[in-house]
Protein backbone atom coordinates (compact mmCIF):
# COMPACT_ATOMS: atom_id res chain seq x y z
CA UNK A 1 0.00 0.00 0.00
CA UNK A 2 1.18 3.25 -0.53
CA UNK A 3 0.69 5.33 2.24
CA UNK A 4 1.80 9.03 1.13
CA UNK A 5 -0.03 11.79 0.33
CA UNK A 6 0.36 13.67 -2.95
CA UNK A 7 -0.58 16.91 -4.21
CA UNK A 8 -0.58 18.22 -7.69
CA UNK A 9 -0.27 22.30 -8.29
CA UNK A 10 -2.38 22.41 -11.65
CA UNK A 11 -5.18 24.15 -13.48
CA UNK A 12 -2.43 25.44 -15.92
CA UNK A 13 -4.33 23.76 -17.85
CA UNK A 14 -6.69 21.88 -16.44
CA UNK A 15 -6.62 19.42 -19.05
CA UNK A 16 -3.08 18.93 -17.91
CA UNK A 17 -3.64 18.39 -14.42
CA UNK A 18 -6.12 15.27 -15.27
CA UNK A 19 -4.14 14.06 -17.83
CA UNK A 20 -0.61 13.68 -14.94
CA UNK A 21 -3.66 12.33 -12.33
CA UNK A 22 -4.40 9.67 -15.05
CA UNK A 23 -0.46 9.07 -15.62
CA UNK A 24 -0.17 8.71 -11.54
CA UNK A 25 -2.72 6.06 -11.48
CA UNK A 26 -1.44 4.11 -14.34
CA UNK A 27 2.07 4.22 -13.23
CA UNK A 28 1.28 2.69 -10.35
CA UNK A 29 1.68 -0.93 -10.20
CA UNK A 30 -1.10 -2.04 -7.70
CA UNK A 31 -3.53 -5.29 -7.13
CA UNK A 32 -6.69 -3.03 -5.95
CA UNK A 33 -8.16 -0.10 -5.31
CA UNK A 34 -6.87 0.59 -1.70
CA UNK A 35 -2.85 0.35 -2.97
CA UNK A 36 -3.38 3.70 -5.21
CA UNK A 37 -1.80 6.94 -3.77
CA UNK A 38 -4.25 9.30 -2.43
CA UNK A 39 -3.93 12.72 -4.59
CA UNK A 40 -4.88 15.49 -4.20
CA UNK A 41 -5.23 17.84 -7.15
CA UNK A 42 -5.41 21.44 -6.84
CA UNK A 43 -6.37 23.22 -10.10
CA UNK A 44 -6.78 27.01 -10.33
CA UNK A 45 -7.37 27.87 -13.56
CA UNK A 46 -7.67 31.23 -12.34
CA UNK A 47 -3.69 31.42 -12.35
CA UNK A 48 -2.55 34.47 -14.97
CA UNK A 49 -0.73 32.82 -17.86
CA UNK A 50 2.50 32.28 -17.22
CA UNK A 51 4.42 33.21 -20.27
CA UNK A 52 2.58 36.28 -20.83
CA UNK A 53 4.10 37.85 -17.27
CA UNK A 54 7.45 36.55 -18.33
CA UNK A 55 7.55 38.16 -21.05
CA UNK A 56 5.85 41.59 -19.61
CA UNK A 57 2.56 41.29 -21.44
CA UNK A 58 0.30 40.11 -17.96
CA UNK A 59 -0.17 40.36 -14.47
CA UNK A 60 1.96 38.27 -12.56
CA UNK A 61 0.97 34.35 -11.45
CA UNK A 62 2.62 34.46 -8.46
CA UNK A 63 -0.18 35.77 -6.00
CA UNK A 64 -2.69 32.84 -7.35
CA UNK A 65 -0.02 30.57 -7.07
CA UNK A 66 0.63 30.94 -3.63
CA UNK A 67 -3.01 30.65 -2.68
CA UNK A 68 -2.80 26.96 -4.38
CA UNK A 69 0.26 26.28 -2.43
CA UNK A 70 -1.55 27.97 0.83
CA UNK A 71 -4.72 25.64 0.57
CA UNK A 72 -2.48 22.07 -0.01
CA UNK A 73 -0.92 23.36 2.92
CA UNK A 74 -4.00 22.30 4.60
CA UNK A 75 -4.47 19.49 2.81
CA UNK A 76 -1.34 17.45 5.41
CA UNK A 77 0.39 16.16 1.94
CA UNK A 78 3.31 14.61 1.54
CA UNK A 79 4.86 15.50 -1.56
CA UNK A 80 3.68 17.74 -4.70
CA UNK A 81 4.17 18.70 -8.04
CA UNK A 82 3.27 21.66 -10.18
CA UNK A 83 1.90 21.11 -13.27
CA UNK A 84 3.79 23.32 -15.98
CA UNK A 85 7.27 23.88 -16.57
CA UNK A 86 6.84 27.67 -16.97
CA UNK A 87 6.07 27.78 -13.45
CA UNK A 88 8.91 26.55 -12.07
CA UNK A 89 10.38 30.20 -12.84
CA UNK A 90 8.58 30.80 -9.95
CA UNK A 91 10.03 28.05 -7.75
CA UNK A 92 12.45 29.63 -5.28
CA UNK A 93 9.44 31.64 -4.22
CA UNK A 94 7.05 28.89 -3.76
CA UNK A 95 8.72 26.51 -2.25
CA UNK A 96 9.22 29.06 0.96
CA UNK A 97 5.61 28.76 1.06
CA UNK A 98 4.98 24.89 0.99
CA UNK A 99 5.12 22.84 4.18
CA UNK A 100 5.35 19.83 2.16
CA UNK A 101 7.67 18.81 -0.50
CA UNK A 102 7.71 20.58 -3.38
CA UNK A 103 9.47 18.10 -6.05
CA UNK A 104 11.14 20.13 -8.76
CA UNK A 105 10.20 18.36 -12.03
CA UNK A 106 13.43 20.00 -13.78
CA UNK A 107 15.72 18.55 -11.13
CA UNK A 108 13.90 15.42 -11.53
CA UNK A 109 14.47 15.82 -15.26
CA UNK A 110 18.43 16.70 -14.84
CA UNK A 111 18.64 13.37 -12.53
CA UNK A 112 16.89 11.59 -15.12
CA UNK A 113 19.04 12.87 -18.41
CA UNK A 114 22.47 12.12 -16.42
CA UNK A 115 21.69 8.75 -15.65
CA UNK A 116 20.40 7.93 -19.21
CA UNK A 117 24.17 9.53 -20.49
CA UNK A 118 22.30 12.62 -22.63
CA UNK A 119 24.70 15.31 -23.38
CA UNK A 120 22.61 17.77 -25.77
CA UNK A 121 18.90 18.02 -26.17
CA UNK A 122 16.16 19.80 -27.95
CA UNK A 123 13.85 21.47 -26.14
CA UNK A 124 10.11 22.45 -27.25
CA UNK A 125 8.74 24.95 -24.61
CA UNK A 126 6.72 28.46 -24.42
CA UNK A 127 8.63 31.44 -25.38
CA UNK A 128 8.90 32.48 -21.68
CA UNK A 129 10.53 29.37 -21.01
CA UNK A 130 12.78 29.32 -23.05
CA UNK A 131 13.14 33.61 -22.32
CA UNK A 132 13.87 32.11 -18.46
CA UNK A 133 16.92 29.88 -19.53
CA UNK A 134 15.05 27.46 -16.99
CA UNK A 135 16.31 24.50 -19.07
CA UNK A 136 20.31 25.96 -18.87
CA UNK A 137 19.89 26.42 -15.35
CA UNK A 138 18.68 23.00 -14.06
CA UNK A 139 20.17 20.65 -16.61
CA UNK A 140 23.64 20.66 -15.00
CA UNK A 141 27.02 20.21 -18.14
CA UNK A 142 24.11 19.16 -20.54
CA UNK A 143 23.63 21.07 -24.12
CA UNK A 144 20.05 23.15 -24.71
CA UNK A 145 19.38 23.79 -28.45
CA UNK A 146 15.81 26.36 -28.97
CA UNK A 147 14.35 26.27 -31.91
CA UNK A 148 14.58 29.67 -34.42
CA UNK A 149 12.71 32.42 -33.27
CA UNK A 150 10.36 31.95 -36.35
CA UNK A 151 9.93 28.38 -35.86
CA UNK A 152 9.52 29.34 -32.08
CA UNK A 153 6.66 31.67 -32.93
CA UNK A 154 5.21 30.44 -36.18
CA UNK A 155 5.04 26.58 -35.05
CA UNK A 156 5.87 25.78 -31.49
CA UNK A 157 3.94 28.84 -29.61
CA UNK A 158 0.74 29.02 -32.80
CA UNK A 159 0.16 25.02 -32.15
CA UNK A 160 0.24 25.94 -27.86
CA UNK A 161 -1.92 28.98 -27.96
CA UNK A 162 -3.96 29.84 -31.54
CA UNK A 163 -7.22 30.41 -30.44
CA UNK A 164 -8.88 28.47 -32.81
CA UNK A 165 -6.72 25.55 -33.77
CA UNK A 166 -4.38 25.48 -30.62
CA UNK A 167 -3.97 22.87 -27.62
CA UNK A 168 -5.09 25.43 -25.17
CA UNK A 169 -8.01 25.80 -27.39
CA UNK A 170 -9.04 22.19 -26.73
CA UNK A 171 -7.57 21.00 -29.85
CA UNK A 172 -5.57 17.90 -29.21
CA UNK A 173 -4.71 15.97 -33.14
CA UNK A 174 -4.33 17.13 -36.39
CA UNK A 175 -2.72 21.24 -37.08
CA UNK A 176 -1.13 21.44 -33.40
CA UNK A 177 0.91 17.89 -33.46
CA UNK A 178 1.78 18.67 -37.31
CA UNK A 179 3.32 22.33 -36.02
CA UNK A 180 5.20 20.84 -33.32
CA UNK A 181 6.75 17.98 -35.23
CA UNK A 182 7.90 20.46 -37.69
CA UNK A 183 9.75 22.45 -34.96
CA UNK A 184 10.76 18.62 -32.79
CA UNK A 185 12.83 17.57 -36.16
CA UNK A 186 14.30 20.85 -36.85
CA UNK A 187 15.66 20.27 -33.19
CA UNK A 188 16.92 16.86 -34.38
CA UNK A 189 18.84 18.55 -37.30
CA UNK A 190 20.98 20.77 -35.74
CA UNK A 191 22.08 17.70 -33.07
CA UNK A 192 19.98 17.07 -30.31
CA UNK A 193 20.16 13.93 -29.10
CA UNK A 194 16.48 14.12 -27.82
CA UNK A 195 14.03 16.25 -27.62
CA UNK A 196 12.17 17.42 -24.69
CA UNK A 197 8.59 18.22 -23.88
CA UNK A 198 9.09 21.61 -21.91
CA UNK A 199 5.41 22.54 -21.83
CA UNK A 200 2.55 20.05 -20.76
CA UNK A 201 0.50 20.99 -23.50
CA UNK A 202 3.24 19.60 -25.68
CA UNK A 203 3.85 16.78 -23.61
CA UNK A 204 0.34 15.67 -23.92
CA UNK A 205 -0.05 15.08 -27.48
CA UNK A 206 3.25 14.14 -28.76
CA UNK A 207 4.34 10.38 -29.04
CA UNK A 208 7.89 9.37 -29.13
CA UNK A 209 6.94 7.44 -32.12
CA UNK A 210 6.89 10.68 -33.77
CA UNK A 211 10.20 11.77 -34.19
CA UNK A 212 13.61 9.55 -34.73
CA UNK A 213 15.14 10.10 -31.17
CA UNK A 214 13.85 9.93 -27.53
CA UNK A 215 11.53 12.44 -26.12
CA UNK A 216 11.13 13.04 -22.55
CA UNK A 217 8.34 14.44 -20.70
CA UNK A 218 9.48 15.90 -17.60
CA UNK A 219 6.01 15.31 -15.62
CA UNK A 220 6.37 11.60 -16.58
CA UNK A 221 9.91 12.15 -14.76
CA UNK A 222 9.00 13.73 -11.91
CA UNK A 223 5.51 11.15 -11.33
CA UNK A 224 8.15 8.12 -11.87
CA UNK A 225 9.97 9.47 -9.09
CA UNK A 226 7.30 10.56 -6.72
CA UNK A 227 5.81 6.44 -6.88
CA UNK A 228 9.22 5.16 -6.35
CA UNK A 229 10.42 7.40 -3.95
Do not use: W
Not at 3 to 28: C, F, H, N
Not at 41 to 62: A, M, Q, Y
Not at 90 to 96: A, I, S, T
Amino acid sequence: MNDKVIGILGGMGPEASAYYYTQIVKRTKVSKDQDHFHVIVESNPKIPDRTKSILGLGESPLPELIKSIERLNLMNIDQAFITCITSHYFYPELVKHAKFELVNALECLNTKLHKDGIKKVGLLATSGTIKTQLFNHYLKDIEVIVPSESIQSNYVMDAIYHPETGIKSGHVEGYPISQLIHAGQSLIENGAEVLIGGCTEISMVLKKEMFSVGLYDPMIVTIDTLINK
